[in-house]
């Protein structure tokens, strides 16, 4: 079965070590990533659900590689999303650009495959408007 990729950057007025402890810190993933939460089971073990349940999906993840404060891969190991996803923080213009690139492999067989070029610009869509809700969390004034 061959992979299908989707990913999303975005610009952040934080240096890289700030943006990659937020994108690491499993519990805060609510506060950006499209109705989705998430928790470290393990120590290299993540769960993460989207949706609002009952009607969600859970997510489960083992980290594969991580080197703060600039990169994390991820194998997502569940029922229905597998395959690898990755997160890379580098500095940029007196901040940070993170990149957020999935590598799928579809469920469903050849009508998951189909129905992927609908698909993609959901996720692609979904990723870019998470990563914008991390750059207002990181660049919001401090109270």
Known sequence: M???YAGAAVE?????EEVFALVTDWPRHREWMFMTSARQVGERRVEAYTGVRPVGFLDTMTIVAF???SYVLMEHTGRLVRGRGAIRVRPWRGGSRVIWAEELLLPLGAAGRALWPVARPVVTALARYSLRRLARLLEAPAR
């Open 12 to 16: 952040v007025a934080a240096r890289p």
């Open 67 to 69: 080197e703060p404060p």
């Open 2 to 4: 061959r992979p299908v």
